[in-house]
């Protein structure tokens, strides 16, 4: 059966997997993630491919967070245990063994940004606008963003992109280092495949080692700390004002917070 949320394109030895659902600016449901974590699955198996890129479809969104609508139907004694299974994808991407590089347009805000902070490259279009505003909805990031963005960006300026909620274009992004290159739109697709072509050029068991012991060193602390990040969401996902963030967001509306 072929996938509902994503489309994958082989080109070896790279290839590109696609977020295609359009109409919510690609929004990460349960579904689409399943579908992103056995398309990778299929990847790492595949001798042919040496490298993935993954994208958005469109050009306003890589994607554009959670399915929030979603979330808003969890029974919040089941949240913690959807955040670990979402966690569960991210990390195997981070460990695939093959390097993946995300290519933004547009919006990679929320989870879309943790996405992102997953793959092994950033490369992201001028157009391009990243954040974490789940402080907006009364929430933490849940799939590793509290964990991953600083140890990218570096401490305080993940404080200041979580506790704000703001959202950031791509020149700030690469400022901050959360992004690696900046490239016209119009040539994102054309650098990640150059990009991805000098990397699949060289052996793959010396490329597959290098990723292997760089993420050696983080990896214990990387998965007792992930752990306590879906704790955390499930114990704000019980509270009032997480009710109200999510109902206001969907009905378009400013949040009434309660600190409850």
């Known amino acids: 059966m072929h996938p509902a949320h994503i489309r994958v394109e082989k080109r070896s030895p790279l ?18 993630l399943a579908e992103i974590d056995a398309a990778l699955a299929a990847l790492k198996a595949d001798g042919e491919i040496r490298v993935i890129l993954l994208t958005g479809s469109g050009s306003r969104a890589f994607a554009a ?3 929030i609508a979603e979330l808003d139907a969890l029974a919040p004694r089941d949240a913690a245990a959807f955040i670990i299974r979402a966690q569960e994808t991210f990390r195997r991407m981070e460990t695939l063994g093959k390097p993946i590089i995300a290519c933004i347009r547009g919006y990679a805000l929320g989870g879309g940004c943790e996405l992102a902070m997953a793959c092994t490259i950033r490369l992201a279009a001028d157009d391009a606008k990243m954040g974490q505003p789940e402080a907006k909805l009364g929430l933490i990031p849940g799939y590793g963003g509290t964990q991953r963005l600083p140890r990218l960006v570096g401490r305080s300026a993940a404080l200041k992109l979580l506790l704000t909620g703001e959202t950031i274009d791509a020149h700030e992004a690469l400022r901050i280092g959360l992004v690696d290159e ?11 495949e150059a990009l991805a072509l000098s990397i699949a050029a060289n052996a793959p068991l010396a490329v597959s080692a290098t990723l292997d012991a760089v993420n050696e060193l983080l990896e214990w602390r990387t998965d007792q700390s992930l752990l306590r990040e879906a704790e955390r969401f499930g114990k704000l996902f019980r509270t009032a004002d997480k009710a109200e963030g999510t109902r206001a967001f969907l009905e378009k509306r400013p949040p009434v917070w309660k600190g409850k």
């Open 15 to 32: 290839a590109i997997v696609t977020v295609s659902r359009p109409k919510v600016l690609n929004a990460l449901n349960s579904t689409t």
């Open 65 to 67: 967070g959670a399915d």
């Open 182 to 192: 900046v490239v016209p739109a119009v040539d994102l697709m054309r650098r990640a």
